[in-house]
């Protein structure tokens, strides 16, 4: 495999705006997650920036910006647009679409979110990580994946996903992490695809690909990303990178 890692931003949030140029100790957010992509070590880093200013604070900080217009449907296809402008002559087989709000990434988690790929089967890969209480198992912005480790297998396939708690049953509830690895031909075929039935009725864009058949696995890994999307998350993201 040879790895782009992509990350959308876009200064539009309800809860948060200008979200990705917010400032953690002197350096936008967007700098911070592009800071944790590269830590990763598996390929290049580039931000797909809505706005020019998005674009010229990651070229400041030394990094590699393309400005893709605010009139696409979502994140994934911002990729895709800004893909087409980095490596038009396809040099980078996968691509990563990493969420700019993560600005306290573990790297660890950049390079598990590969492991599914290794399936030459598998279109997409993401990951999961255990569901803790019956909170959060009730909590619909906690997105579940329906999916069974067999024994130790670090990788399992995604059967669906949904805000409500699946499956029924004894067992263990699995949080699905909004980080893919998609096939550059996955992700052109996906982009191509109209909203689906299952992803409009759930509100969860992943349900397009299950429906037009592509096959999604997940890794497991011990926790989730702390995402930002408050003024009270951004202090706390302030606190954890303060050193």
């Avoid at 002559?89 to 790929?117: I, M």
């Avoid at 409500?164 to 980080?179: C, F, S």
Wanted: hydrophobic fraction near 50%; proline fraction near 8%; include cysteine.
């Amino acid at each position: 495999m040879n790895p782009i890692i992509i990350i959308p931003a876009r200064m539009g949030s309800t809860r948060l705006p200008g979200k990705p140029l917010a400032l953690i100790h002197g350096r936008p957010m967007v700098v911070h997650v592009m800071d944790r992509a590269r830590e990763a070590g598996i390929g290049p880093v580039a931000v797909a920036a809505a706005e020019p200013e998005i674009l010229a604070a990651v070229r400041e900080a030394g990094g590699t910006a393309v400005l893709v217009a605010d009139d696409v449907a979502s994140g994934t296809d911002r990729v895709k647009l800004a893909l087409d402008q980095l490596d038009p002559a396809g040099r980078h087989d996968v691509v990563v679409n990493l969420q700019g709000d993560f600005p306290t990434l573990a790297p660890g988690l950049l390079r598990a979110v590969l492991l599914p790929l290794a399936d030459h089967s598998v279109d997409i890969g993401s990951l999961v990580t255990p569901i803790a209480d019956a909170h959060e198992a009730a909590t619909e912005s906690f997105v579940k994946c329906a999916c069974a480790f067999l024994g130790e297998a670090e990788v399992a396939p995604a059967l669906y996903f949904s805000r409500t708690a699946i499956p029924w049953g004894a067992g263990p509830l699995w949080h699905h992490i909004g980080v893919y690895a998609y096939r550059r031909a996955a992700l052109a075929r996906f982009v191509a695809l109209p909203p689906s039935q299952l992803e409009l009725r759930e509100k969860l864009e992943q349900l397009r690909a299950l429906e037009d058949g592509m096959r999604i696995a997940v890794a497991r890994v011990p926790h989730g990303p702390f995402g930002v999307d408050t003024p009270e998350d951004l202090a706390r993201a302030r606190d954890i990178l303060k050193d």
